[in-house]
């Protein structure tokens, strides 16, 4: 056992958490913060070296452009909104301070698709990691929009892409109450013997 790594370490490990979309404000990372994300996200098992996945920046006025992009998208598939629904979807990400897609991009390959859609799963995960190291809050959704192929395009992805997540990135001010975590006893277990049902 390697007793070097920091006391530190573990203990961020064992209680980072997520934060409300709607308590992440300002401010949110640099650009030099994002490119160090970004370089620690691509930093995960991917089995032949296919890269099959890729990040999208949200930031801006983009943030208000995709909210209207949602809004007509949803009044198109549940017919008229209401003003509480229509301003839903027009916030959707205008609310952090940054969204980071990132993008499942399956390579054409002998490996498959599933251990190539679990590598950008681990993208995901090490993107939230690294903004949480930097000391940003981070929110990883999907949401209605990702099962929608037109909302895909909208949001910049090709045909043959899905949504990993969009993680919100920012500053929460406050501190986030801790959920019930699982047991260690009821999710682990000595091998048995094969599945007998």
């Known amino acids: 056992m390697d007793t070097s790594a920091p006391n530190s370490i573990i203990e961020f490990l064992s209680t980072r958490s997520s934060t409300p979309i709607s308590a992440i404000g300002l401010p949110?990372?640099?650009?030099?913060?994002?490119?160090?994300?970004?370089?620690?996200?691509?930093?995960?098992?991917?089995?032949?070296?296919?890269?099959?996945?890729?990040?999208?920046?949200?930031?801006?006025e983009a943030r208000v452009q995709i909210g209207k992009y949602l809004a007509a998208l949803a009044e198109e598939r549940e017919g008229p909104l209401t003003e509480q629904r229509r301003d839903q979807e027009l916030k959707r990400f205008a609310r952090a301070p940054l969204v980071i897609g990132v993008v499942f991009s399956p390579v054409e390959h002998h490996i498959p698709e599933w251990e190539q859609f679990l590598s950008s799963g681990a993208a995901a995960m090490k993107l939230v990691l690294a903004a949480n190291a930097l000391g940003y809050a981070t929110n990883w959704i999907s949401n209605w929009y990702a099962s929608d192929e037109?909302?895909?395009?909208?949001?910049?992805?090709?045909?043959?892409?899905?949504?990993?997540?969009?993680?919100?990135?920012?500053?929460?001010?406050?501190?986030?109450?801790?959920?019930?975590?699982?047991?260690?006893?009821?999710?682990?277990?000595?091998?048995?013997?094969?599945?007998?049902?």
Do not use: N
Not at 28 to 42: H, K, V
Not at 154 to 165: I, K, M, N
Not at 171 to 179: G, H, Y
């Open 28 to 60: 949110g990372p640099s650009d030099d913060e994002i490119q160090t994300m970004i370089r620690i996200a691509s930093r995960v098992p991917d089995h032949g070296r296919l890269t099959p996945w890729r990040f999208i920046l949200y930031r801006g």
């Open 150 to 197: 037109k909302g895909r395009a909208l949001l910049g992805l090709a045909p043959h892409e899905r949504v990993t997540g969009f993680v919100h990135i920012g500053t929460c001010a406050q501190k986030v109450p801790e959920r019930p975590r699982p047991e260690i006893k009821d999710i682990l277990t000595e091998y048995s013997g094969p599945w007998e049902g």
